[in-house]
């Protein structure tokens, strides 16, 4: 079974940055698309951005320009950068893999993270 794992959460004030990081364990072989959302108290879960395989990455409005997401491929990482936060940015962020590849066949899909809370405040 793979899992995600993720941390880096924290308290911030506004303007302040957090650099969060996803783990991916288990029997990972290969992953396709990462991707960090998040989801804020009495909201629906949101996608922030998304980074593939060869390193290409789309973000959303709310978010570019101040976030960067990377990956690491050889450590099975993902990592959200994210600068000038600001208080509406407070959610937990969960990190999500598409496909993750446990042979040259086999894999599981929609795996999600159990998030890590992120907190922007004065």
């Known amino acids: 079974q793979v899992q995600l794992v993720e941390s880096g959460g924290g308290l911030v004030q506004p303007g302040g940055s957090l650099r969060l990081s996803c783990a991916a364990s288990g029997s990972v072989r290969a992953i396709n698309l990462m991707a960090w959302f998040r989801q804020a108290p009495g909201k629906q879960r949101e996608w922030v951005a998304t980074?593939?395989?060869?390193?290409?990455?789309n973000y959303a409005d709310s978010v570019k320009g101040r976030f960067t997401i990377s990956r690491d491929n050889a450590k099975r990482m993902v990592y959200l950068q994210m600068d000038s936060l600001k208080p509406e940015d407070t959610a937990v962020y969960y990190c999500?893999?598409?496909?993750?590849?446990?042979?040259?066949?086999?894999?599981?899909?929609?795996?999600w993270g159990q998030g890590t809370q992120v907190t922007v405040a004065s």
């Open positions: 999500h893999a598409d496909k993750i590849y446990t042979g040259p066949l086999e894999f599981q899909s929609n795996i």
């Open positions: 980074v593939s395989i060869g390193g290409i990455s």
